[in-house]
């Protein structure tokens, strides 16, 4: 960051009073400027035995297989942007949706939340940001073209708890010690 969003002025890091870490300070107005984590929020959609997944028509990882998610959007819970997400990816409307998975990634200053959910008439299709979307049961996911680590984690972890039916949310700090992944 280099100006202010408010007056224009130019800004500089330091630490404010009673703060403990350097901030975009403005010059002239003095505005903090706090920069925050991006959140992604996304679903993994479930019909019968099967879980959803989209072909991706953007990078990053053009061409692989993930589950419906994107940046939330100001105005909305995490919980409506995972469906709207959904239903801008796979046109499908995300119904019945539990929290299931966050992944906390500080190293990129990221937070991915994911709903388990069911689909209103198990109705899906493809948003513009997929190329397809397609229903796979566990052994025929494409585990190898999965675009990202978080992914591939998650749903090996559905697959062992959808085993018991139980599913307890988990929350994962991706730390550098881990390949990084690209944003969702």
């Known amino acids: 960051m280099k100006f202010c969003n408010q007056c224009g002025a130019t800004v500089s890091l ?5 703060d403990d870490r350097e901030r975009h300070v403005c010059s002239a107005c003095e505005t903090i ?20 997944l989209c072909r991706r028509a953007i990078e990053p990882r053009y061409g692989k297989w993930t589950l419906p ?4 959007e ?15 990816e796979a046109a499908a409307k995300a119904i019945d949706q539990a929290l ?6 500080p190293h990129i ?13 198990n109705a899906y299709g493809i948003g513009p940001e997929s190329l397809e979307s397609a229903l796979f049961t566990e052994e025929e996911i494409p585990w190898d073209e999965l675009a990202f680590p978080v992914v591939r984690e998650m749903l090996q972890e559905y697959f062992v708890d959808r085993k018991t039916n139980e599913f307890p949310i988990r ?14």
């Not at 299931?100 to 990634?105: A, K, S, T």
Request: aromatic share 12%; with cysteine; proline share 6%.
């Open 69 to 72: 998610a994107g940046f939330m």
């Open 100 to 105: 299931y998975r966050i992944f906390d990634v």
């Open 33 to 52: 400027h706090y920069l925050n984590p991006k959140v992604i929020v996304g679903c993994l959609p479930v019909v019968g035995d099967r879980i959803l």
């Open 14 to 18: 330091q630490v404010p009073v009673d």
């Open 171 to 184: 929350n994962t700090v991706i730390a550098y010690g881990r390949k990084p992944p690209t944003e969702l």
């Open 109 to 121: 200053n990221q937070v991915y939340l994911f709903y388990r959910c069911h689909l209103e008439n």
């Open 74 to 88: 100001n105005g909305e819970s995490s919980a409506e942007g995972a469906a709207r997400e959904t239903w801008e």
